[in-house]
Nanobody, 119 residues
Framework: QVQLVESGGGLVQAGGSLRLSCAASGSGFSINAMGWYRQAPGKERYLVAA???????YNADSVKGRFTISRDNAKNTLYLQMNSLKPEDTAMYYC?????????????WGQGTQVTVSS
């Protein structure tokens, strides 16, 4: 079993930056890819960015050029550097992990961390 714990969310003004972290723990697990999803009130949750063991990345169009996903395998930690934040980035951000390829159905989820961007 894998546990994912997010941190780094908070309140920031538009144009500011935040860095989210997701620490993975557990025993006997194998993760190929990890990603960040977000869900705003009244909207569906969707994949914002992901990275696999081969270094391949995915970024949603809404965050390209502003968000950067990275992974420290030695620390089992995933990061999301968010720059030039906009009020529309306000959402609950969830860390996710995949046993194999990136898909619509991650195998593991974190509890989420709230990001609020004020105008």
């Amino acid at each position: 079993q894998v546990q994912l714990v997010e941190s780094g969310g908070g309140l920031v003004q538009a144009g500011g930056s935040l860095r989210l972290s997701c620490a993975a723990s557990g025993s006997g697990f194998s993760i190929n890819a990890m990603g960040w999803y977000r869900q705003a009130p009244g909207k569906e949750r969707y994949l914002v960015a992901a990275v696999d063991n081969g270094g391949g990345t995915y970024n949603a169009d809404s965050v390209k050029g502003r968000f950067t996903i990275s992974r420290d395998n030695a620390k089992n930690t995933l990061y999301l550097q968010m720059n030039s934040l906009k009020p529309e980035d306000t959402a609950m951000y969830y860390c996710a992990a995949y046993k194999s390829y990136i898909s619509d159905t991650p195998d593991y989820w974190g509890q989420g961390t709230q990001v609020t961007v004020s105008s």
